[in-house]
């Protein structure tokens, strides 16, 4: 009997540059010539050329710029191999990820030509593979020769200009002389100039320059690339769905499909086993190649999201027979559970909710979005994807939103999520621009793509909703004053994914892109249901894609001040953020000293938002302007994390009107200056620890009331009613005039309410409102009642004890932002960034370094310049 299908992976990778169009493969095949270097499979070019000291790491300093020539050349990888023993096997070659334009040759031959890096290309090299092989793919420098398409071109104009004109007013005379082309060599108007000229190749879009990230693109093999020694038939495509889930949980149907590479007569056997131990066996036959059978799981153990239960993860085994042989089998861990999305009326408000139902209970999504890792996407390490997506889970996330610039993430990302009990919002990747889906060999890749992709991820657990791309539609309605099919994306995002879908996954929900709303052009970017971008803050536009009125706010940055949060209806807020600096130390890592300095170029240069000063408006009506590096970190992320403590608090006590709040972003692709909660290095900011306390399951917040009153809100997300004693405090500062009380507080799962309140609470810069659980439900909840750098602190001093892997904090006076530095990465620390009134303590656990080796100290910050 044979034995099932098995892979080889092909290891031992050489890699080449030459200028583009001069590699010739029978030189290139032949022995000992030229210059290559060895190159990790999966990886990418400029990994290699790094560990080989070809160019120094482009990350560092202005080394961007020094490495562009990367891209401009054609890359030659090489692999001689030794052709393993198949027997009457069929033997195929099987790249799971080309990045992008490359051609492939196996001795001398070639194979084919493909340019999608979403897509495996696989190649039957069963009458072509001998005893010795040579192996040689070719990447073409990914931009070559493409054009920028019409349409494409008409809309980056008209988007820019619609964003530089206030509304009412005169567009200004330096954009008017733009083009495509200058925003493009000048790196101008970041995002718009960066991808035109791409939009037609299947090629992460961020790759080339985003407002948070340098134009380095990723080239080279970034997915492992296999031989698959198939004896027979091979599984094409298996299916794990919930057909139907009591609504007690006391069984649940599932169904097994399988789809195989031959209409010849093949069984499937597949075994389900529990976690505890339970085992389900079934057998079907496959006809014209697809089969089906069905599971009635009793007591099923239910998949949820770490804050409502357990992730308890089946082992799916599945075997492929052609007779009594077993040709094929996988293996891999599914859950059980459902997720729909309720888009019911709004009784209340208006509109339509768009609220997450797991396993038929609505929740309040919590999380960030998510990008790859590095620009390096090809390198990310398994242990990254475990660390960042675990990053989350300790933040008390429950949703990622995997923005659709970057890339279909790594297996590894999905098992995180998986394990950690976190729902994927899964966006396809396409971003910001129009693209031109007339073009019929485009229509092709795309449906490939999704087909491939559909298939690949409809089995995770934590899979909860399919989005058509990143801000399109929206954009491009900003532009154009509507969405009416045409040649932009339309037939992408309205019919081919959509179609994709409903065809390999048929249960996920799929929504046309983020944002998106039902109620017209009016509500495409989500005012009145859907989803919504709320960037009123940061970059001052609305989802309308308007900026302020000229006099609307008394200084631009009170035009995107974090306050403007308090305004926003929106149903599901997908995205909402504001800039900060890493640590000090990060920064340190990745800038020279000389460089280090305010607004330096090297130091704006790794700062892409369109304008590196955008945020000083921003802190000029909050903190005050920095002077030094050390206020600029402290400031900016002070900044972010009283901003995303504020959002939060608000669209939380908004459930279930607005039942979703979306970060952006949680991590970063290469050390800079951007919205992230997490820096490249894996190092939290002051909005990671401020993000987190926001988000746990059960949390307070104060409200202040127009008409002089305060509120306390409490909102429950738990999946148990809690009742409580909460203490509230109305104290100044310096501790010698405070009110404290106690109250019960009674609250339902889903539940968001106002527990207490009190008429003219006098306000002050030196005061401020404090409320803490007597049993630690919730994180305390703390208001000041003026801008960060108005705050009358007074004198405060913190007293730190280290404990055996903590450190005991205690603050005569109030301290603000205490922050533990945190010199090096991988430090975890359970809180930080947090305030200590007079005579409070805590205690914070370290791993991942000695206590005693890391600094404390409070943020006492200077007053707002209002010049
Ligand atoms: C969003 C994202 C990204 C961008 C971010 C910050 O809307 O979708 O395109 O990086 O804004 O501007």
């Known amino acids: 009997m044979n034995s099932p299908r098995k892979y080889i992976d092909l290891e031992g990778f050489e890699v080449r540059g030459l200028e583009a169009g001069s590699g010739d493969v029978a030189v290139l095949s032949g022995e000992n010539n030229g210059d290559w270097l060895p190159v990790q499979v999966p990886g990418g070019v400029h990994d290699a050329l790094i560990a080989a000291g070809r160019i120094q790491h482009p990350f560092y300093g202005a080394n961007e710029i020094d490495s562009r020539w990367v891209a401009d050349k054609e890359w030659w990888y090489r692999l001689r191999f030794a052709g393993p023993q198949v027997g009457a096997s069929q033997v195929r070659l099987v790249f799971e990820g080309l990045d992008t334009v490359a051609d492939v040759w196996l001795n001398e031959e070639l194979l084919g030509h493909h340019e999608n890096m979403f897509r495996p290309a696989e190649f039957d090299i069963t009458e072509r593979i001998k005893a010795t092989n040579v192996l040689l793919v070719r990447f073409t420098p990914p931009l070559l020769d493409r054009e920028i398409p019409d349409e494409t071109r008409a809309t980056v104009m008209k988007t820019i200009r619609a964003f530089a004109t206030p509304p009412g007013g005169e567009t200004p005379p330096e954009i008017e002389n733009l083009t495509v082309e200058i925003l493009e060599e000048t790196g101008q108007g970041s ?69 195989a590479s031959s209409v010849a007569p093949l069984t499937a056997r597949v075994t389900l086993a529990s976690p505890s131990g339970a085992i389900f066996n079934e057998r079907f036959e496959l006809i014209d190649g697809s089969g089906s059978g069905q599971i009635s799981v009793p007591r099923p153990e239910i998949w949820w999201t770490h804050d409502l239960g357990g992730q308890p993860l089946y082992t799916l085994t599945i075997e492929l027979l052609e007779g009594s042989s077993v040709v094929d089998e996988l293996s891999e861990q599914v859950g059980i559970r459902t997720v729909s999305v309720d888009q019911s009326d709004d009784h209340t408000e208006g509109g339509k909710l768009f609220q997450f139902r797991l396993n038929g209970v609505p929740v309040f999504a919590r999380g960030a979005n998510w990008v790859p890792p590095s620009m390096f996407v090809g390198s990310i390490e398994a242990e990254t994807y ?252 002070s900044v972010q994390a009283e901003g995303m403590l504020l959002g939060i608090e608000h669209y939380r006590r908004r459930q279930p009107h607005t039942s979703g709040a979306l970060i952006w972003q949680f991590n970063d692709v ?76 009674h609250t339902e799962p889903g539940e968001s309410k106002v527990v207490w309140e009190a008429e003219n609470v006098s306000r002050g810069a030196d005061r401020f409102a404090w409320a803490s659980a007597k049993d630690s439900i919730f994180p305390a909840a703390r208001k000041h009642f003026a801008e960060i750098g108005q705050l009358e602190l007074g004198e405060s001093e913190l007293t730190v004890e280290v404990l055996p892997e903590a450190l005991r904090i205690r603050s005569t006076g109030y301290s603000y932002m205490v922050r533990i530095e945190q010199p090096s990465p991988g430090i975890h620390l359970s809180d930080n960034c947090f305030d200590l009134p007079d005579g409070r303590e805590q205690i914070i656990a370290v791993r991942g370094i000695d206590p005693s080796a890391l600094a404390v100290a409070s943020f006492t910050p200077r007053g707002p310049s209002r010049s």
């Open 670 to 745: 290469w050390p800079g200056f951007s919205w992230s909660l997490v820096d490249y290095d894996g190092v939290p900011k002051a909005a990671y620890f401020a993000a987190s306390r926001a988000f746990s399951a059960i949390a307070a917040s104060f409200l202040d009331r127009e008409d002089g009153g305060l509120e306390l809100w409490l909102v429950n997300n738990s999946p148990s009613a809690a009742d409580t004693d909460i203490e509230v405090e109305l104290a100044n500062f310096s501790g010698s005039d405070s009110k404290k009380v106690v109250v019960g507080a």
């Open 191 to 259: 995002i718009l100039g960066s991808i035109p000229r791409s939009t037609s190749l299947r090629k992460s879009p961020f790759s080339f320059g985003w407002d948070f990230g340098p134009r380095i693109p990723n080239i080279g093999l970034w997915r492992p690339v296999r031989l698959s020694i198939e004896p027979g038939p091979r599984i094409e495509g298996h299916h794990f769905v919930v057909d139907k889930l009591w609504s007690r949980h006391e069984r649940a149907l599932v169904s097994v499909a399988v789809e």
């Open 386 to 637: 475990r660390d960042r997506v675990g990053l989350a889970r300790q933040a008390n996330f429950t949703m990622l939103r995997v923005w659709g610039g970057g890339i279909y993430e790594h297996e590894a990302f999905y098992q995180e999520c998986d394990k950690l009990g976190i729902m994927v919002w899964q966006d396809f990747m396409f971003a910001c621009l129009d693209y031109p889906s007339e073009r019929v060999e485009l229509q092709r890749e795309v449906a490939l793509e999704a087909e491939y992709q559909v298939k690949r991820l409809r089995n995770h657990p934590s899979l909860a909703l399919w989005a058509g791309n990143n801000e399109i539609q929206s954009l491009h309605s900003h532009a154009w004053g509507n969405v009416d099919p045409g040649n932009w994306g339309w037939d992408f995002f309205h019919r081919i994914l959509p179609d994709a879908v409903s065809d390999y996954d048929g249960v996920t929900p799929y929504w046309p892109s983020s944002p998106w709303g039902e109620g017209g052009i009016e509500d495409i970017s989500g005012s009145s249901s859907g989803d919504k971008h709320s960037w009123e803050v940061w970059h001052g536009i609305d989802s309308k894609g308007r900026m302020p009125e000229p006099g609307q706010f008394p200084s631009v940055g009170d035009g995107r001040h974090y306050r403007r949060y308090a305004e926003d209806k929106g149903k599901f807020v997908s995205e909402f953020g504001i800039h900060s600096s890493p640590e000090l130390a990060t920064l340190q890592r990745w800038i020279a000293e000389p460089d280090l300095t305010l607004h330096s170029p090297v130091f704006d240069g790794h700062n892409k938002d369109s304008s590196p000063r955008k945020g000083d408006d921003l802190l000029a009506v909050t903190t005050g302007l920095p002077r030094t590096i050390e206020e600029y970190v402290l400031f900016t992320q």
